[in-house]
């Protein structure tokens, strides 16, 4: 079994761009994005150049989608993982993100919950790759190190926003944190898009190469250093990755109804997204392939 989605082919390792259907929920009227019907909704996103989806708690997934999917999840208990992973099996995901515990655990905890997943993922045939996530044992980069050294099997799925906001990663020597995660770079398999800002966990940009007006006066260029930690993984993942081995790239870019869009008045003094988080989507599915030409 490779450690990461294969294709089955001899290509070089390859960048795959998906969307988290996450990304779609809760969009507000202002949005480009108008479909409603779920299955319109897949056709816009093939349409729009995404080559498939993450499949989100509240999407409805159609036997006849026309796109291949992923799954997500969350182990809570070293007994959960084998099953969680056999009902995305069912449904016929290509790979699976969770997830684990809730940052509480011990490092015996953490093992025990990881050696669970990597068995059912081997088991199962089914590549599943561990987000890095706030509130969870992959919540801060040193235990997520030392995970990497205790169990160098262990993938991942990279949402970098959660440790350059979550541990204000720019407080202090960045280009040395990057290096101090090499070990977490070097084992993804699987990436979410969000930018985050220093203090701001889903920030906005306006193109893939100019500064956001957001990044104002001293404040860090986000966009810049998610461009260095994106290279980065996307280079780790080419170091280690065998032929038809494939990267995924999925934009999740969140409702405010938990608290990731920042709302604003509108002219009429209604409260608003501040972005379109599709357009944002449109915006990180390019990025993501340039990164990775670079990388």
């Not at 998906?18 to 816009?44: A, H, I, K, M, Q």
């Not at 997934?61 to 009902?87: F, K, S, T, W």
């Amino acid at each position: 079994m490779s450690q990461y989605l294969n294709d089955g082919s001899q290509d070089a390792p390859k960048l795959r761009i998906y969307l988290n259907t996450d990304n779609l929920f809760g969009l507000p009227e202002t949005s480009v994005f108008t479909e409603t019907d779920d299955s319109e909704r897949l056709r816009r996103v093939a349409v729009d150049g995404f080559e498939g989806i993450q499949v989100g708690d509240w999407f409805e997934l159609y036997d006849d989608a026309i796109l291949p999917h992923c799954g997500l999840g969350r182990v809570n208990q070293p007994n959960e993982a084998m099953e969680l992973l056999r009902q995305r099996k069912e449904r016929g995901d290509q790979a699976v993100t969770l997830h684990v515990g809730w940052g509480t655990e011990s490092d015996a905890e953490m093992d025990r919950l990881v050696d669970a997943i990597l068995s059912a993922s081997e088991n199962l045939d089914l590549p599943t790759f561990i987000e890095t996530h706030r509130a969870t044992i992959t919540q801060d980069m040193w235990r997520t190190v030392q995970l990497c050294k205790r169990i160098p099997e262990v993938r991942f799925n990279g949402d970098f926003s959660h440790f350059y906001c979550g541990q204000e990663m720019v407080y202090g020597d960045f280009e040395a944190k990057l290096d101090f995660m090499q070990p977490i770079f070097d084992r993804i398999g699987f990436m979410h898009g969000r930018i985050a800002a220093s203090s701001i966990m889903q920030a906005p940009i306006e193109s893939i190469d100019q500064r956001p007006r957001l990044a104002q006066g001293e404040a860090r260029d986000y966009l810049a250093d998610f461009k260095a930690i994106w290279r980065r993984a996307m280079a780790g993942f080419k170091s280690s990755a065998n032929p038809g081995d494939v990267l995924i790239f999925a934009p999740e870019l969140l409702t405010s109804q938990i608290y990731y869009a920042r709302l604003v008045k509108n002219s009429e003094g209604e409260l608003t997204e501040d972005i379109d988080r599709y357009s944002q989507a449109l915006l990180y599915r390019d990025l993501a392939r340039k990164c990775f030409d670079d990388a």
